[in-house]
């Protein structure tokens, strides 16, 4: 995991999730999906992003697969994330780290929860989700 | 001739080519002009030497062979050829040939017909480059009996082998062949196979032909000292003309390569280097740094992105004038990515080339003899990946030696051959280039690593470790089961430091063994992007490629196939399976109508594996710059893919396209 303390809030449909600044390499328009020839569990598809193959997450394992995403974040290590909107991007120093919520679906890409004004979300772990991914798709 | 003198020739050539090797590894490291000026005369001496030796001995070929190094090497003195890395790359390559057939000479084998023969075309490339006229350059493509529309459909590139080709007094024929439309690409795979055994192929230009519409003409340019029909194998009716379209004795005098130029011989190196030779017949060749092109090709991939969002602009606005612009785009695009792909790519050939003298300076140190092996240097790999490789190899292969292969008298004694084996191979599994370094030595001693690594902490006293846990160990940093370090290896700083330097290139290393029997390292490395030749093919509205090495036959059947039914193609019984279904996908409601035959070599089945594979349409042949896809992302079957105006093309893997069709087909049985 990124040792940034920069955190970027944004939303998934309605829900909220934080990234650390330094996973992501930029944030682009969501255009021109192209889906797998194969099914690939947790991908939605490819988008061009540089002229290379840019491998794009599907939200429907994790209940949001209905959200509309125009954006998507492009993570360094070659993913992309849809979101909803872009919220802030914000120092999280101090913030307190609590435990995932028991049964969230979303807890397989978390890595902990930061409580800041007042409010808890999930934080993304890229290591986490990659490894989910590469999992997924050497079960099938 | 008394065994003495003879040995007093050899020990002469012996020195020649150790002269050669110093001047070569001067040439690498050598700026100054002085410097390179000197090697380059050296080498032309050292080879001109070995000419008048071989001729003097009878070797006529190997005679052949040094000429032909000499006159390259004369044409860089003169100041025609420029001295670059990838010259200089060809030199060596052609040095180390000749150093190879010498030894084997030495052993009494017979001479091969050409000593030259792997780097035939990158010294044909160079002899082009060289052999300028001195009021531009020369090319003798106006001589070959062809109509004029034939004759300028010929490449830069074809032209300058047809006039090197003729230079050298190799006639060139023209076939011209009538194939079936459905048959079209196996024929001609199979005639332009069986005549690269004969020759060079040159060109092979399709043609029309009014009298027999049904067919698919083609013109193929071919060098050859003569041509034996019969071994091409060409179908009956095929053949429609034979003519000798390029004549080697009408070539001037003045232009043949065994004329002498023009005060050849009069200048001497110094004079030479002072004399550069004319500007307009001087062909520059840049000395690039790697960064350079590294940087063009971002920048080209800017553009890439450019072409991409003007591409989504054009879509959302339904904007189809702009599509056949975005098309040629593509296409142009496509050229600057092969051409930028091609600078940085190297043969394999190069790396095994580099790897040889080492390996065999190491058999002699340790007075231990192997025959030595190479297979794949056809493939490619990446330029920068030749320097950075051979440190690493090296190290693994010390440690085959000190650690693996006996001693001749300890092989003796287990009932071995004296001789050590030790081969070394390159393959392309799907994106994935892989090397195996295997020896027939002792293998590893596991209980030896097993006690070592308790000893050290690296396994749990209630641990039972298996095989590949033990071999992986070896690679751990410190570990070594050495109790003093080796002259050569045995140290424990290595192996850990070689394993963080292939993964610190994007690879990986494995190890396995069989105690006494011998060992594997297996080096992998996925390949970020590579050009394929394929076969366009649709299927269930996706576009794919199908790399043309596989593909056998393109049929069409009178009725729809079923993915599970039998098919008869070329007296065979194949199965057939339609795509989508090999992808996952739904079956074809309507079943398929058109096939491609799909052979893989299997690894138990010498004949390998067929697969009537069933597509909607086929659209074209073609060449695509590949992308691979993260680890994470790969979806089976897939190679990479290639961002195209209609959306994506998907390059398939056919090992994994024939294991998935097997599924596939598997499956339709159990579950009827």
Redesign the interface.
Known sequence: MAESKLLLRASVGDRELWIHAGDVGEVVPL??L?P?????PG?AG?M??????L?ILDWTPYGAGEAECPFVAVLK???GIPLTRILEVREVEGAAEVGLKRGDPWNPMLGHRRRLSGHSHGVLDVEKL?AL??NR?LR? | MTDQNLDEIWAEWEDLFSQARVQIEALKTSKAPHQVQQAIASLFRATHTLKGMAGMMGYSAFARGAHRMEDLFDLIRKGKLRSTDSLVETLEAGLLALEAGFRDLRKGRPEPDDYLFKVRKQLGELEALGRLGSEGRVDLSHMLDLPEPQRKALAEEERARVTVALQDEIPIHGLELGLAFDLFDEHLRRVTSAMNVQGEIISTLPVDLPDAPELLGFLILVAAKSLDLAALDLPGGTLRSLKLVGDPTRVPRALQASAPAPQAESIAPAAAEEAPGPVGAEVEILRLPAATVVGLEAELEEVIQLRDELANWARRREAEEAVPLLAAMEARLLGLQQTLLQMRMAKVETFFQRLEPMIKALSRELAKPVKLTFTGGDLELERALVGKLVEPFIHLIRNAFDHGLESPEERRGQGKSEQGMLRISATQKGRVLRFDIRDDGRGFDLARIEEKGRALGLIRDEESPTPERLHRMVFEAGFTTRDEAGAISGRGVGMDAVREEIEGLGGEVHLSSEWKRGSLIRLSFPMAKAILACLKVRAGGVLYGIPLTSVVRVQTQPKALRGGERVTVLGRELTFESLQACMGRPDPPNGQRTLVVVAVQAASAASGVELALGVDSILERGEVLLRGLPEHAQPAGVLGVNFTEGGVLWGLDPDALVGLGMESLVKRVTHG
Do not use: C, K, Q, T
């Open positions: 255009e021109y192209m797998f020839p194969s099914e690939l991908l490819i061009a992003h540089h002229g290379e193959p491998p290590r070659r993913l990659l991914l590469h798709s099938r």
